[in-house]
């Protein structure tokens, strides 16, 4: 016989009415920090050069639909784009970044699954060119992110998640201080067929305050 299941308590049993979610994020909205600047994604404008940026193996190693080309790309950007749930964002450089210029398109990043009911989301389709792994480019475009989620958007809930065989990934989503809540078991079928399973991290509103101010001093020590 199976054990008792023991029961999670409410963490905020005195919960107050959270206010209405700000849906779509407003045309023309540029997230610029120090390193990198985001704007919402043209497929005319950007596929080509973020094409050509994210064309490696590496890249799209746990990420499905790699492109065969740049008007591909252009077409899988455009149906993102149209989804009333989704929005895309191109990431370009501020200064000199791993060998890329300043203005240099280096990734992709996005909401989705937005929930305005809920005041919730998410944040994935995140790719960048192999130069740009493992510095800047990350954590500030997801401090921008989730800024502008939780301080303009009314965003009480941002979930990230990756697929359970992409160690990179999920070290870096919990170093921005998201918490692990656990594996969605075969959730959906890779490029070869298989199914993988997804391992998800949240950030809410209540952990935001910290997460900020961890994400802002690794930034302020990378300057240095």
Do not use: C
């Amino acid at each position: 016989m199976s054990e008792r299941f023991q029961v999670v308590s409410d963490p905020r049993p005195e919960d107050v009415v959270w206010p209405e979610m700000v849906w779509p994020v407003p045309e023309n909205t540029v997230l610029t920090g120090k390193f990198v600047e985001l704007t919402a994604t043209d497929p005319e404008r950007d596929a080509d050069e973020l094409f050509r940026a994210l064309d490696h193996a590496r890249v799209w190693a746990h990420v499905p639909g790699r492109p065969g080309d740049a008007g591909e790309f252009a077409e899988t950007l455009r149906q993102r784009a149209a989804l009333a749930d989704w929005q895309v964002w191109t990431v370009r450089t501020r200064q000199e970044i791993g060998g890329n210029p300043p203005g240099a398109i280096v990734g992709v990043s996005a909401y989705l699954d937005a929930r305005p009911r809920d005041a919730a989301m998410e944040i994935g389709f995140t790719v960048y060119t192999p130069s740009a792994w493992g510095g800047t480019v990350n954590p500030e475009t997801k401090l921008l992110l989730l800024e502008y989620a939780f301080e303009s958007l009314n965003v009480g809930r941002v979930q990230l998640k990756t697929d359970v065989r992409n160690h990179r990934s999920q070290q870096a989503i919990a170093r921005l201080g998201a918490k692990y809540e656990g594996a969605l078991r075969r959730q959906f079928r890779r490029a070869d067929g298989t199914v993988r399973d997804s391992v998800l991290f949240s950030i809410t509103a209540e952990d935001w305050p910290v997460v900020r101010e961890g994400l802002t001093n690794r930034l302020g020590q990378s300057a240095k």
